[in-house]
């Protein structure tokens, strides 16, 4: 059972930056398909960006150009490059492995949550003036 821990959240004024981290143990991300969600308060958990074994990305039209996702396998780690960030990034951030769902990526980039038992601490993102 793979477990992840979510790292690299903070508050910035809009237009800053920030990377988040996703590190994975009790097995390899090798295989997997890695994904970024989000939370804000009072609303339903949405997928932000996606990242598959073979390093395809995806990202949710209102994060395209300003984020970027990645992995670094040999660190077991996924991370995701928010820039120019906005009020409306403001929210818990969240990621999730999958090896078995070949639509995993295609819900993550939909902007939609993705329904699971297990999920991280997440990470606090706050962005505001």
């Known amino acids: 059972q793979v477990q992840v821990a979510e790292s690299g959240g903070g508050s910035v004024q809009p237009g800053g930056s920030l990377r988040l981290s996703c590190a994975a143990s009790?097995?390899?991300?090798?295989?997997?398909?890695i994904g970024w969600f989000r939370q804000a308060p009072g609303t339903e958990r949405k997928g932000v960006s996606c990242?598959?074994?073979?390093?395809?990305?995806f990202y949710e039209a209102s994060v395209k150009g300003r984020f970027a996702i990645s992995r670094d396998n040999a660190k077991n780690t996924v991370y995701l490059q928010m820039n120019n960030l906005k009020p409306e990034d403001a929210a818990v951030y969240y990621c999730?492995?999958?090896?078995?769902?070949?639509?995993?990526?295609?819900?993550?980039?939909?902007?939609?949550?993705?329904?699971?038992?297990?999920w991280g601490q997440g990470t606090q993102v706050t962005v505001s003036s």
């Open positions: 999730l492995t999958n090896r078995d769902d070949p639509l995993f990526c295609g819900v993550v980039a939909a902007g939609v949550n993705y329904e699971n038992d297990y």
């Open positions: 990242i598959t074994s073979n390093g395809n990305t």
């Open positions: 009790g097995a390899t991300l090798d295989y997997s398909a």
